[in-house]
């Protein structure tokens, strides 16, 4: 070949920052919504549904529960899967409709620090919950503390 | 002299008598920037044939009534794309919604297409919309020397891209998106579909970069598949298919 070889035009600009941002966003909607729908219809059959129901709701059932590793881990996810998944939500609902910068800004500084604050709040109760609290009644306590 | 030509409307007993006609109620967002500070509205009653579509309403209109009414329209078949509107609250081109499929009870709306800048009665701002369209470069991009016959495809690889070839760029997707109503920075549903028209394309080796361009904040991820872009269409398009289609490469880095 004589011809030279010349660098194509309209080599790839770099768009400004180039990030995926976006992307995972809309797949962790996707992949979360999944997840979600076993999480939360699961948790409601064990609820309200299993055995008695409703009827056995009271602070020893849900204190039984999480003295199980698996619920407190269910719990978990639940709570942060759904946080984020609908913070998320709500942080696109501001980018659509909120039309100052400001108030988009603060509108979304808002929505993250209640998110973060629920969040954080939320696991720190799955995981520094006492089943049996020293100066409760005895009959309201789960059937493995040492008082019931 | 064998050919004659007869004035509109001297023959009233022959032709349109075979047409059923009818009262009709155009209802129409009016503005004038020389004169208005808010659009008003304004209605006009008109007998029209079951033949006639909203254009000839709008034709009647400035022909016969108000000259000043301004709307574009150039051929008048569905084929330019100039002429899309707010008919009855839907984005229709007025050349192809005929008066008869509408509900005649109740006065037609003929509003601008919502989302660009009204410049005079139905007349929009247009540049914002072509401006979304070049920047997804829609044309083909190459390397290499360039072959010394045609480029061959085969049938399979054109029917690939085949629906979104067929855009007018009518506007009608583009300003039915509520995305695009509250954020004019969204490059909006025409641009996707021009994009996926080249990026589907087996002879175009522009994929990557117009994926990369769509992957911005402002590109395909701001969709949220309301599908009123794929209504709105007066080609039949599948627009929010297209647009999943985008979704799909950028997730799969795959055309
Ligand atoms: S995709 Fe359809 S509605 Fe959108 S500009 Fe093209 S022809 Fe018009
Ligand atoms: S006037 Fe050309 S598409 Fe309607």
């Known amino acids: ?148 | 002299m064998t050919l004659t030509t007869e004035a509109p409307g001297a023959t009233p007993a022959e032709a349109p008598s075979a047409i059923p006609s009818f009262q009709v109620t155009m209802r129409l967002r009016r503005f004038n920037p020389e004169s208005d500070t808010e659009p008003r509205w304004e209605n006009h009653t008109l007998t029209m044939h079951g033949t006639d579509r909203v254009l000839d309403a709008l034709h009647k209109i400035k022909w016969e009534i108000d000259g000043s009414l301004t709307f574009r329209r150039s051929c008048a078949h569905g084929i330019c794309g100039s002429d899309a509107m707010r008919i009855n609250g839907r984005n229709r081109l007025a050349c192809k919604t005929l008066l008869k499929d509408l509900p005649l009870k109740k006065p037609i709306t003929v509003e601008p297409i919502k989302g660009l800048a009204v410049q005079k009665d139905l007349v929009v701002d247009m540049e914002p919309f072509y401006a979304a369209y070049k920047s997804i470069m829609p044309f083909l991009i190459t390397t290499g020397n360039d072959p010394s016959r045609e480029r061959r495809q085969s049938p399979a690889d054109r029917e690939r891209f085949d629906d979104t070839t067929k855009c007018i760029l009518c506007a009608a997707c583009t300003t039915s998106c509520p995305v695009y109503w509250s954020d004019g920075q969204y490059f909006g549903p025409q641009a996707i579909v021009g994009a996926h028209r080249f990026i589907f394309d087996s002879r175009d080796e522009g994929a990557e970069q117009r994926l990369e361009i769509l992957n911005d904040r402002e590109g395909v991820w701001r969709c949220r598949t309301t599908f009123n872009c794929t209504d709105a269409c007066p080609r039949g398009i599948e627009v929010t298919k297209a647009i999943q289609e985008v979704k799909q490469a950028l997730l799969f880095r795959r055309v």
């Not at chain 1, 942060?80 to 942080?91: D, S």
């Not at chain 1, 696109?92 to 400001?102: M, S």
């Not at chain 1, 720190?124 to 919950?129: D, K, P, S």
Request: glycine share 6%.
């Open chain 1, 1 to 148: 070949m004589t011809t030279t070889t010349i660098a194509a035009p309209r080599s790839p600009r770099r768009l400004r920052g180039r990030t995926n941002t976006e992307l995972y966003a809309w797949l962790f909607m996707r992949v979360s919504g999944v997840f979600l729908i076993v999480l939360v219809f699961g948790h409601l059959f064990v609820n309200l549904m299993v055995g008695e129901g409703i009827n056995a709701l009271d602070f020893a059932f849900v204190a039984g529960k999480w003295a199980d590793p698996l619920w407190q881990v269910w719990d978990l996810l639940m709570l942060w899967l759904a946080m984020i998944h609908g913070t998320n939500g709500l942080r696109t609902v501001i980018n659509d409709y909120a039309e100052r910068d400001q108030v988009r800004m603060w509108l979304k500084m808002l929505l993250y620090v209640a998110a973060a604050f629920t969040i954080i709040l939320g696991t720190l109760v799955i995981f520094t919950f006492d089943p049996c609290p020293a100066e409760a009644a005895a009959e309201l306590l789960p059937s493995f503390c040492p008082g019931a």
